[in-house]
C-alpha cells in the first residue's frame, strides 16, 4: 500500500508578463489623465475643402480710437451697415468680412461691428496675430 499521494502538477499560468504591462498601461492612463483638462470649452472648427483661406470680400479696421475703416476709408459706425451693403451686394457666395482690430481698442466697438455683419447676412471673422504673443 501506497500511503503517500501522487504528487499531481497544476497547471498555472505565469502572470509576470501580463502584471508588468498592466502597470505600464495604469501608469500611462493615470499620466494622460492628468494632462486632460476637464474645463475646456469644446467648440466645432470650421473644415475647409482645401488649404485656401476663405474669400475676403471687404476688411473692417478698429484703431485705438475707436475710428472705423472700410478698407482705407474712415466711416462711422453709423455708416457701417450702408456702406458694407454696397459691398456686399456683389457677393454670390456667403461673404465673409475681416475685422482687424488694434489690441488697446474697445472689445465693444468690434461687437457691434459684428452685429452689423451678421445683421446683413455675411460672416464675422476676427483677425487675430498671434506673433507677439508672451
Known amino acids: 500500500m501506497n500511503i503517500r499521494s501522487k504528487l499531481r502538477h497544476h497547471a498555472e499560468v505565469h502572470t509576470g508578463a501580463l502584471n508588468d504591462i498592466l502597470f505600464i498601461l495604469l501608469l500611462f ?10 474645463n475646456v470649452i469644446k ?5 475647409a475643402k482645401s488649404d485656401a483661406k476663405s474669400k475676403q470680400t471687404v476688411v473692417v479696421t478698429v484703431d485705438k480710437d475707436q475710428n472705423l475703416y472700410l478698407g482705407q476709408k474712415k466711416i462711422g459706425i453709423d455708416q457701417l451697415e450702408n456702406e ?3 459691398f456686399l451686394a456683389k457677393e454670390t457666395d ?3 468680412v475681416v475685422i482687424n482690430g488694434d489690441s488697446t481698442a474697445h472689445l465693444g466697438t468690434a461687437i457691434k461691428v459684428m452685429q452689423v455683419i451678421k445683421k446683413l447676412g455675411a460672416t464675422p471673422v476676427m483677425a487675430v496675430d498671434n506673433n507677439g504673443a508672451n
Open 84 to 86: 458694407l451693403k454696397t
Open 94 to 96: 456667403k461673404p465673409s
Open 29 to 38: 492612463f493615470l499620466i494622460v489623465s492628468t494632462l486632460a483638462n476637464p
Open 43 to 47: 467648440v466645432s472648427n470650421p473644415k
